[in-house]
């Protein structure tokens, strides 16, 4: 006689990373589908799955901050591009391999997100949006007159990942950087939320003051999830870097910040999954928007003046409407859709 639902009767189950083992082969083999990828599609597919995974690492950090934590940050984007500057740095000044850089430029965005995360020990809500804004702002000022560690406005060149003088100078190549570091970094975060810590930073954002009677030290954990999320973004932007082999200050304004947020949103506060899943979106949306308006641009329809010069823009406001409708529609994002679907189909046809 079989159980008929999914009970948990210890701490070693309730803690594993995967529910079943199915899921556990499932994740395996979706990410040996992955590997195969630079085999079959194109360069464009290849671009795209790239963007997916640094910015699907910055999201995660952000994700531990937002979603498990239940701090807030407007300034994602200037620690993202803190991390791409820092990898261009060490490389270029003090000849260190790439491969070992971009890990460093995540412990050195870390301090510089400990630094800018001590307001948040003794502020919280509207004033810590307000202190992570300025965030923004100040690294984007360091950012312009930093010479010596960003080009200024002539901006820093990254150099490829290379291996014994092998280099990963082409997509094909270079997407299997970004798939080692997006399986490391997503494992990694799953092992953080299976630990004490990992569990103190969830406890802080669902009811600080229970937490604090437990004995959780409220400052070190509002902090360390600070740190942890520059660290993530940093490694992110470090993998953005050098994948376009140039850093400039000009692509990591207050509006990445307002998108890196919008990803955690979509794909789901608090999911791990859906902080990839969120991303995708995000990535994909713009070029799916840009085929309906080249569809519709060619039809009779797009003909229309009035209709030809809305098309441009609502390709712009895309993103900002689906935020939107998924705040009011689907405010658990699509992780929760997702585990939904899986809930249905697993008591199929008795689903309910």
């Known amino acids: 006689m079989h159980p008929c639902g999914d009970f948990r009767t210890s701490y070693r189950a309730d803690m594993t990373i995967f529910p079943t083992r199915a899921s556990a082969y499932a994740c395996v083999a979706g990410v040996l589908l992955l590997a195969a990828v630079p085999l079959v599609f194109d360069i464009y597919v290849l671009t795209l799955l790239i963007q997916i995974g640094y910015y699907g690492v910055a999201a995660l950090g952000l994700n531990i901050l937002v979603g498990f934590t239940g701090q807030i940050s407007l300034g994602h984007s200037a620690f993202f591009g803190f991390g791409a500057f820092a990898s261009a740095w060490l490389n270029n000044r003090f000849g260190i391999p790439v491969l070992l850089a971009i890990p460093l430029a995540g412990l050195m965005t870390a301090a510089v997100g400990v630094l800018f995360g001590v307001p948040a020990a003794r502020i919280k809500g509207l004033y810590l949006a307000i202190a992570t804004l300025a965030s923004q702002f100040i690294l984007q000022d360091f950012f312009a007159r930093a010479d010596w560690f960003t080009g200024g406005s002539a901006g820093a060149a990254a150099a ?173 994002g699509l992780a929760h859709r997702w585990r939904q679907t899986k809930a249905y189909w697993k008591l199929y046809p008795f689903s309910y």
């Open 160 to 332: 490829p990942v290379a291996v014994g003088g092998f280099a990963f100078d082409t997509d094909q190549r270079y997407f299997y950087v970004v798939l080692v570091a997006v399986v490391a970094m997503y494992l990694g975060a799953a092992n953080l939320l299976r630990t004490r810590d990992g569990r103190a930073l969830v406890a802080v954002r669902d009811h600080y003051l229970s937490a604090e009677i437990m004995g959780i030290n409220l400052t070190r954990y509002r902090i360390l999830s600070f740190g942890i999320s520059s660290f993530y973004a940093g490694v992110g932007g470090a993998l953005f870097g050098h994948y376009l082999g140039f850093v400039s200050i000009e692509g990591f304004d207050i509006l990445l910040s307002i998108q890196f947020l919008g990803m955690i949103i979509i794909g789901g506060l608090g999911s791990i999954m859906g902080s990839i899943m969120g991303t995708a979106f995000l990535v994909l949306l713009p070029e799916v928007m840009e085929t309906a308006v080249k569809a519709l641009a060619a039809s009779g329809l797009g003909q229309m003046q009035a209709v030809a010069d809305g098309i441009v823009y609502f390709k712009e406001m895309a993103i900002g409407l689906a935020i939107i409708l998924f705040l009011i529609f689907e405010p658990d």
